[in-house]
């Protein structure tokens, strides 16, 4: 019986000694030889680009391939360099034809473009590699000998791809690129936080940190086992602890991975020909990234009362569910389309008057926050419209109500131009003013007085003959159009409201462009000369012209001011003695029209910007 159970035992030992061994043994990481090292302890996927089979793969943490993208409609050539992840989509840059970096939906079997960028600087050179730094895209270029430019690296606005600052990069042949927000271990050990590139000529990684703003050598490529004549980092990637490394040559395609100091941890043998960049991330990028919510309208609400409310955004599925926080029921959720919902909410007359953060999630669990989104009202808000106009150099208060003029200010006394744009960021007017002048003001406007003065000031954007037209506020940027009626178009600026610096631009709809405002997380802008409200495609770069100008029996169109009051449109129009202000849907409907002629001179008011404010 001893003998027996003693057998029994080794038996059972033996067992279980091979199921471990078999499992350590299938794991495809190894450390020089050493198989009991997993790649990644956290679960997310690797997403590389594969040049030979011009495709995206997507591999589990196990390495396992799970999905493959074809790249042949988007970019017909084998030309695909770099890739990364915004947070909710993945990007490409190409060479060749194609000299673009691309957003792209991975939700089908077949990647959709959602943006298109010329690869900086003008289609020139080889974009090697790319990054998100959860504000701006980041894209190196290493290169050009026939255009006589050095390897550089490039921050880019994401929506517009517009070049927001340039780096020269002081090596030959930099390839892989990403960004490190490191998190430290239980001693405070980490990377420095900055953009980390390879150059295979080199065989290092070199780091720009963000924080002292220059360059530096960071570490060494590993070796492969075929020896130093290998080393060929392409790619390179990071989980915010350690690094991902590509390594691509014809003996030696490994995936790495390093600590912070470039100590090799663990290495995988790819069976990918030509492997070139590669991102790590935990999110599921078939699911499309987890919603953004962009806006919400009407943005407030009175308690004790149940409303429709609209949200646009983007990464909207099915079965979306959206909440207002305590006392304010959701009665009904219809999704639309991946950018719009349709609810109906009802507020508790408990609830608090106060600011909401609003939430929004999909059914596979991914979430997005719209904060300070929605504000509770303890009781109903009067709603005005600020007016501009030229001739008198005056500011109205209109209560659109009943059509009253509350109250005006002069602007003679801190600006000689002429009244243009009027704007609210929330807190304080501005004014645009053209003439000599060319200049936005922050304004104050008392209560007691009819004199605005200004708080701060600058010159605005101009070139040419252009004159300075409206203004709007947006994510905290000032938004600025001119028009220059010698010119095919005019110009939209985005500027730093409190150092006045350009920091974007793009053309208008046409050469004589007035009003413009934000809706629903998107540019809108009206023209003189086209007669017509006319929306901004980020997608695209383009104009589509949403509706025409309205006019009253016996008018003419001139539209000068455009603003949203969360719902609909206001158009101003500027014709003599038939100055009105319009209220219409998106699809041009007018619901309402307010009669300035009280305001200002009565036979030619010159009515400029206007802005929608509630308090």
């Given at each position: 019986m001893k003998q027996q159970r003693m057998q029994y035992i080794f038996f059972t030992a033996a067992i279980l000694l091979g199921f471990i061994f078999f499992m350590q043994g299938c794991d495809p990481f190894v450390n020089d030889g050493i198989t009991d090292q997993a790649e990644?302890?956290?679960?997310?996927?690797?997403?590389?680009?594969?040049?030979?089979?011009?495709s995206v793969i997507m591999l589990d943490y196990n390495m396992r391939e799970i999905k493959r993208w074809p790249l042949n409609k988007i970019n017909p050539d084998t030309s695909v360099q770099a890739i990364t992840f915004d947070g909710r989509y993945l990007w490409l840059s190409f060479a060749g034809s194609v000299d673009k970096i691309m957003q792209v939906n991975a939700e089908s079997d077949t990647l959709v473009v959602l943006r298109s960028h010329d690869a900086p600087p003008t289609r020139q050179g080889t974009v090697r590699g790319i990054a998100f730094d959860g504000q701006y895209l980041w894209a190196l270029n290493s290169g050009s000998v026939t255009n006589v430019f050095a390897p550089a690296l490039y921050k880019l606005d994401a929506s517009t791809g517009a070049v927001l600052q340039t780096i020269a990069l002081n090596t030959p042949e930099p390839r892989g690129l990403c960004y490190m927000d490191p998190k430290p271990d239980v001693y405070g050990r980490g990377a420095v936080k900055g953009i980390y590139y390879t150059d295979i000529t080199r065989d290092k990684v070199y780091l720009y940190s963000l924080e002292k703003f220059q360059l530096d050598s960071a570490f060494s490529s590993p070796k492969p086992p075929m020896g130093v004549?290998?080393?060929?980092?392409?790619?390179?990637?990071?989980?915010?602890?350690?690094?991902?490394?590509?390594?691509?040559?014809?003996?030696?395609?490994?995936?790495?991975?390093?600590?912070?100091?470039?100590?090799?941890?663990?290495?995988?043998?790819?069976?990918?020909?030509?492997?070139?960049?590669?991102?790590?991330?935990?999110?599921?990028?078939?699911?499309?990234?987890?919603?953004?919510?962009?806006?919400?309208?009407?943005?407030?609400?009175?308690?004790?009362?149940?409303?429709?409310?609209?949200?646009?955004?983007?990464?909207?599925?099915?079965?979306?569910?959206?909440?207002?926080?305590t006392n304010i029921k959701t009665d009904t959720v219809k999704y639309v389309n991946p950018n719009l919902l349709h609810l109906y909410i009802t507020i508790d007359t408990a609830a608090l008057a106060e600011m909401r953060t609003i939430s929004a999630t999909n059914p596979n669990g991914t979430k997005a926050s719209f904060t300070n989104g929605f504000e509770v009202t303890a009781a109903p808000v009067e709603e005005f419209i600020y007016m501009g106009e030229s001739n008198l150099s005056r500011i109205y208060k209109i209560r659109i109500k009943d059509s009253t003029v509350v109250q005006y200010w002069n602007t003679k006394s801190i600006s000689a131009g002429s009244v243009q744009g009027v704007g609210f960021d929330g807190t304080s007017f501005w004014l645009s003013a053209s003439g000599s002048d060319k200049s936005l003001y922050k304004l104050n406007l008392p209560d007691t007085d009819t004199n605005a003065t200004a708080s701060h000031s600058f010159r605005a954007p101009y070139w040419g003959s252009t004159t300075l037209r409206g203004i709007c506020f947006n994510s905290g940027y000032l938004w600025q159009v001119v028009s220059e009626p010698t010119a095919t178009y005019g110009k939209i600026y985005r500027i730093d409201p409190v150092s006045g610096s350009i920091l974007d631009s793009i053309n208008a709809p046409g050469n004589e462009p007035r009003g413009i405002v934000w809706a629903n997380g998107k540019l809108y802008c009206n023209d003189t000369?086209?007669?017509?409200?006319?929306?901004?495609?980020?997608?695209?770069?383009?104009?589509?012209?949403?509706?025409?100008?309205?006019?009253?029996?016996?008018?003419?169109?001139?539209?000068?001011?455009?603003?949203?009051d969360g719902a609909n449109f206001w158009i101003a129009t500027s014709s003599g003695s038939n100055d009105h202000l319009f209220k219409i849907t998106a699809s041009g409907q007018i619901l309402n029209i307010l009669d300035t002629r009280r305001a200002g001179a009565a036979s030619d008011p010159g009515i400029t910007g206007i802005i929608y404010v509630a308090r």
């Open positions: 990644i302890s956290t679960k997310g996927y690797f997403y590389i680009t594969e040049r030979a089979s011009n004549y290998n080393i060929y980092p392409t790619g390179i990637s990071t989980d915010g602890k350690n690094f991902f490394l590509v390594n691509s040559s014809d003996a030696a395609d490994h995936l790495y991975r390093l600590d912070y100091s470039g100590k090799e941890l663990s290495r995988y043998d790819f069976n990918y020909q030509y492997p070139q960049s590669v991102i790590w991330t935990t999110y599921d990028v078939r699911d499309g990234g987890p919603p953004m919510i962009a806006n919400i309208s009407p943005a407030k609400g009175v308690k004790g009362t149940a409303f429709a409310v609209d949200i646009s955004g983007s990464g909207f599925k099915p079965g979306i569910t959206v909440d207002f926080g000369s086209l007669d017509s409200l006319y929306e901004y495609s980020i997608t695209s770069q383009a104009w589509k012209s949403v509706c025409s100008t309205p006019i009253v029996t016996g008018g003419s169109k001139f539209s000068t001011g455009l603003t949203h």
